[in-house]
């Protein structure tokens, strides 16, 4: 086992009606006044903001409002969020929504303490030193971004997508109420579902050996949203199994399913997918991140395992119960490839794409996936397999 840190400081408030606590929960915390962040409107339809606000109210504490952030969230929202977190002098930021909500609104909470604009900080022209604490209230488990220390945010004039990941960026507390993701579309419940089972598949194929306790928590989470997943998507109000789903994406990616898998003076993970991924999305806005992850990581999967077939056949394995005959190459690669086929059926049993096609991304728009992937991965990247540029046309190709 690797030597690790482990660092999740997010007090996490979870379970029913969880949301009517955010103002006794921020009141208990000292602060006295929020700036909301929400998306395109969901919020609203579904009561959600109308009830933390009055949550806000009955405990005293003064609320502004930024609506609007969009999926894969733009750099502009940030700066009218930082506009406003300034002009309202507000002591908390407090996203109410997906991933998007609150990576604005952590990306809000660094620029509102920064002189510079806060692209520097996705550009890596600078490096944040203060933030605004943020609380966070996920109503989709997805990004994870509830406990975890990134914040991806796009800036469509330069057509990048651009991660950073610093422990300013982890929410003090977490506010998850798992009832508010009953109405959540079909797509986007299976979209999340892929992301949080790639955030563990991330770290489980590092490159590095197992470590059995964390291979078994990684394990044992995704069987446990494989298993929840089908029951909300036949009962989006099946409680227990919404909340199931919502604490594994938090899990899956707080850091708990790397410690001892993470690469020695690296990450805590591979995250060449995200990398691949992040360019979809960059590329064509309306491209939902998990949907663009169903078809990256087996694309990924197939051209990498070679590298260490040892952790696909513990994968394969712990999640499901596939093992190869015996050692001679042809069985591992069975036991692998039909490893990959399962779970690439599981996505697409959920309704995600499995090729590029299907995403609307053709061939000619390759090279462009490529120049964001170099800006922002370099020319070399990946711990499992370091891949190339030339590498990661190879895997784009493979999955039109
Ligand atoms: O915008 P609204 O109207 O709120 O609708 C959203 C949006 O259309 C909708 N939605 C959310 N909760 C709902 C709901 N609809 C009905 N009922 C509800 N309860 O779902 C759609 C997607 O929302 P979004 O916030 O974009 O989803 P997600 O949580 O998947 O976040 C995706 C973003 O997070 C980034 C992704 O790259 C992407 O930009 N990520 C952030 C990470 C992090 N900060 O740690 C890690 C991830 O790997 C990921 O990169
Ligand atoms: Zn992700």
């Known amino acids: 086992m690797n030597d690790f840190t482990f660092y999740s400081p997010t007090k996490i408030v979870f379970g029913r009606d969880a949301i009517d606590r955010t103002g006794e929960e921020l009141a208990a915390l000292g602060f006295t006044r929020a700036l909301i962040v929400y998306g395109g409107g969901s919020v609203l339809r579904t009561g959600t903001l109308d009830r933390v606000k009055a949550s ?17 969230p733009e750099i502009t929202s940030v700066r009218k969020g930082i506009e406003l977190a300034r002009a309202e002098r507000v002591d908390v930021v407090l996203p109410v929504g997906g991933g998007s909500a609150m990576d ?50 796009s800036n469509d004039a330069e057509h ?32 999340g579902v892929t992301d949080m089972i790639a955030h563990i598949m991330e770290r489980f194929f590092s ?3 197992a470590a059995p306790v964390t291979d078994n928590i990684a394990c044992g989470i995704i069987r446990a949203v494989m298993d929840a997943a089908p029951r909300v998507l036949e009962n989006p109000e099946d409680y227990d199994a919404r909340a199931n789903i919502m604490w594994a994406g938090t899990l899956a990616h707080n850091g708990l399913a790397g410690c001892g898998t993470n ?120 711990s499992f397999k370091q891949l190339t ?3 990661a046309r190879a895997i784009y190709r493979s999955a039109l």
């Open 263 to 382: 690469v020695p003076g690296g990450r805590d993970g591979d995250w060449s997918c995200h990398g691949l991924e992040h360019e979809l999305s960059a590329l064509d806005t309306s491209i939902t991140h998990g949907a663009g992850l169903a078809v990256v990581f087996p694309a990924w999967m197939r051209y990498v395992w070679r590298e260490h077939p040892e952790r696909f056949l513990d994968f394969a394995k712990g999640v499901f119960d596939i093992e190869a005959i015996d050692d001679t190459e042809e069985a591992v690669r069975d036991a692998v490839t039909a490893t990959i086929d399962e779970l690439q059926e599981f996505f697409v049993s959920l309704g995600m794409p499995r090729t590029l096609g299907e995403l609307g991304v053709k061939e000619a728009d390759i090279d462009q996936l490529l120049v964001g992937l170099k800006i922002n991965k370099g020319e070399v990247f990946g």
């Open 389 to 391: 540029i030339e590498d």
């Open 56 to 72: 806000l109210d009955a405990h005293g504490i003064a609320h502004a409002e930024l609506g609007g952030v969009r999926p894969n």
């Open 160 to 191: 990048l997508k651009s991660g950073l990941n610093t422990d300013l960026n982890r929410p003090v507390l977490a506010i998850m109420d798992p009832a508010l993701t009953f109405t959540l579309p079909p797509y986007q419940t299976a979209a």
């Open 207 to 209: 490159g590095e050996p």
């Open 104 to 153: 604005a609104a952590k990306a809000i909470a660094l620029g509102a303490c920064y002189d510079g604009d806060a692209w520097d900080f996705f550009a890596k022209r600078a490096t944040p030193a203060q933030r605004i604490p943020v609380v966070a209230v996920p109503t989709i488990p997805a990004s994870g971004s509830e406990a975890s220390n990134s914040a991806v945010i």
